[in-house]
């Protein structure tokens, strides 16, 4: 089946600092969603994006659409405590199916 | 708060036991979704339920039993499962036609078999 490959698997990063992390598959998909999970809870919506090259923020979070559809990116910009999580990328397969990166597991240094 | 509620939030049982999973939601969709995600691995989808019929089977083994007996409900039965099956068992639900634009997951039954 249809895979993505997310990158890095973890990141460590002092407060304040900016990050950023992608998504990339080897098939297009016309919808890319990134989720932020927190221990013991189920994915929480951040941003989705329907068209490609569409860029959309939510906050300090930006992410873009590929022009090629097979590509997504997620920033996060001057971090805080609370963006500590584990982060998805995850592209709709048809008009239901969710398929999953393997996931960025940020850590925040304060 | 999450919009799709998950009962029981954890759960063990024994190899011989059967238990059921509850997942409801009262935000009008018609597509209820029961995803599986080991621990460090990111969710994968077992079931989905459009217009409360049964319509992707992801190939999964028989001792997971789906249920949809209306539009808010879903329900997961379980049977003879295995310590392999421990999991966080996620439902989620959506417009049918429209995914897209409003999936939502619950917080999860933390599942573990001894």
């Known amino acids: 089946g249809q895979q993505l490959n997310q990158s890095p698997q973890s990141m460590f990063i002092q407060e304040g600092e900016d990050v950023s992390m992608n998504c990339t598959s080897s098939s297009i998909f016309n919808t890319w969603l990134w989720y932020k999970q927190d221990p013991g809870e189920g994915p929480v919506l951040l941003i989705a994006?329907?068209?490609?090259?569409e860029l959309t923020s939510n906050g300090r979070l930006t992410a873009q659409f590929g022009i090629t559809r097979k590509d997504s990116f997620l920033n996060i910009s001057a971090s805080i405590p609370s963006d500590v999580g584990i982060y998805f990328c995850?592209?709709?397969?048809?008009?239901?199916?969710?398929?999953f990166g393997q996931g960025t597991r940020l850590t925040i240094n304060p | 708060d999450t919009e799709v509620t998950q009962t029981p939030k954890h759960l063990v049982m024994g190899m011989t036991n059967k238990k059921s999973l509850k997942c409801e939601q009262h935000m009008g969709h018609r597509a209820m979704y029961w995803y599986k995600q080991k621990a460090k691995k990111p969710p994968e989808l077992m079931f989905v339920y459009s217009y409360e019929k049964l319509s992707i089977n992801e190939s999964v083994p028989s001792r997971f039993s789906p249920e949809c007996p209306n539009s808010s409900l879903l329900n997961l039965h379980l049977h003879a499962l295995q310590p392999e099956d421990s999991a966080l068992y996620l439902c989620?639900?959506?417009?049918?036609?429209?995914?897209?634009?409003?999936?939502?997951f619950g917080s999860g039954t933390r599942l573990t078999v001894v």
């Open positions: 989620a639900s959506s417009h049918p036609l429209a995914a897209a634009y409003g999936y939502t």
């Open positions: 994006l329907y068209k490609a090259g």
């Open positions: 995850a592209g709709l397969q048809g008009a239901q199916k969710l398929v």
